[in-house]
Antibody, heavy 118, light 110 residues
Framework: EVQLLESGGGSVQPGGSLTLSCEASGFRFSSYAMNWVRQAPGKGLEWVSGITGSADSTYYADSVRGRFTISRDNSKNTLNVHMITLRAEDTAIYYC???????????WGQGIQVTVSS | QSALTQEASVSGTVGQKVTLSCTGNSNNIGSYAVGWYQQISHGAPKTVMFGNSLPSGIPDRFSASKSGTSASLTISGLQPEDEGVYYCSTWDNSLSAHVVFGGGTKLTVL
């Protein structure tokens, strides 16, 4: 059974930084591209970033490019996103999602809350 | 404003067939497979259609199709547990590669 467990969320002041992690199990992690998708309070889904299985390519939404860095550790089956210069509009639930580039998304994690507020 | 256009709300009675639509353009739906995601009671989204394929565990009353720059999700034999918000999504190759979502359709089972 595929399981995706996000961690590292919490509250941070504007301008601060935070790193989210996602521990994956139940599938061959290194063979699959991974993504982060977020959902602001009362809003729809927004794709944030993706990374290929071998980590040789990363891609970002314009809203986070230059501020967020996605990475993965295939030896630990872990996906990360390091977020800096956080803004109030980054407040959202962040989901870890399995999905190849150019293909629909497959499995979703349960999500982790990030709140940016003074 | 979302890159993909979905109805804000759709309703149907138990047992009825309902169709949700998703409209994009040649850079997204016209070029790539569409995913459909169900979100119930603000829980985590779940994939109910992967292109035209039904993920494991999803009832076969769900089906999807695509024509040109539009896609649709059909639920045949609507059930109370199908109530929720449905999002369509696909990749977009305009400028840099990125994923686009529809604004979501709230499905109410009467």
């Amino acid at each position: 059974e595929v399981q995706l467990l996000e961690s590292g969320g919490g509250s941070v002041q504007p301008g601060g930084s935070l790193t989210l992690s996602c521990e994956a199990s139940g599938f061959r992690f290194s063979s699959y591209a991974m993504n982060w998708v977020r959902q602001a309070p009362g809003k729809g889904l927004e794709w944030v970033s993706g990374i290929t299985g071998s980590a040789d390519s990363t891609y970002y939404a314009d809203s986070v490019r230059g501020r967020f860095t996605i990475s993965r550790d295939n030896s630990k089956n872990t996906l990360n996103v390091h977020m800096i210069t956080l803004r109030a509009e980054d407040t959202a639930i962040y989901y870890c999602v399995v999905g190849e580039k150019w293909e629909p998304f497959d499995y979703w994690g349960q999500g982790i809350q990030v709140t940016v507020s003074s | 404003q979302s890159a993909l256009t979905q109805e804000a709300s759709v309703s149907g009675t138990v047992g009825q067939k309902v169709t949700l639509s998703c409209t994009g353009n040649s850079n997204n739906i016209g070029s790539y497979a569409v995913g459909w995601y169900q979100q119930i009671s603000h829980g985590a989204p779940k994939t109910v259609m992967f292109g035209n394929s039904l993920p494991s565990g999803i009832p076969d009353r769900f089906s999807a199709s695509k024509s040109g720059t539009s896609a649709s999700l059909t639920i045949s034999g609507l059930q109370p547990e199908d109530e929720g918000v449905y999002y369509c999504s696909t990749w977009d190759n305009s400028l840099s590669a990125h994923v686009v979502f529809g604004g979501g359709t709230k499905l109410t089972v009467l």
